[in-house]
Nanobody
Framework: QVQLVESGGGLVQPGGSLRLSCLAS????????MTWYRQPPGKERELVAS????????NYADSVKGRFTISRDNAKKTRYLQMNSLKPEDTAVYYC???????WGQGTQVTVSS
């Protein structure tokens, strides 16, 4: 059974940082392309970042380039999203997602507010 479990969300002030984690199970993690999505309040879900199987190629939405970093630890079956210089517009529920099979985690709330 495929499971994706996010953690690390919370409330942070503008300019602050958070690191999200996504623990995967039930599929060959090291062979899977992985992504992070987010859904701001009242808006559609959007792709934030993606990473290839070996972590050699990453892609980011323009709105987070230079501030967010996606990475993965295949030995721990965990994918990370390091978020720096957070802005109020980064407030959203963040989801990890495995494109193959369209599997989603339950999401973790990130709120950026003073």
């Amino acid at each position: 059974q495929v499971q994706l479990v996010e953690s690390g969300g919370g409330l942070v002030q503008p300019g602050g940082s958070l690191r999200l984690s996504c623990l995967a199970s039930g599929f060959p993690f090291s062979a899977s392309h992985m992504t992070w999505y987010r859904q701001p309040p009242g808006k559609e879900r959007e792709l934030v970042a993606s990473i290839t199987t070996a972590g050699s190629t990453t892609n980011y939405a323009d709105s987070v380039k230079g501030r967010f970093t996606i990475s993965r630890d295949n030995a721990k079956k965990t994918r990370y999203l390091q978020m720096n210089s957070l802005k109020p517009e980064d407030t959203a529920v963040y989801y990890c997602m495995r494109p193959t099979g369209n599997y989603w985690g339950q999401g973790t709330q990130v709120t950026v507010s003073s």
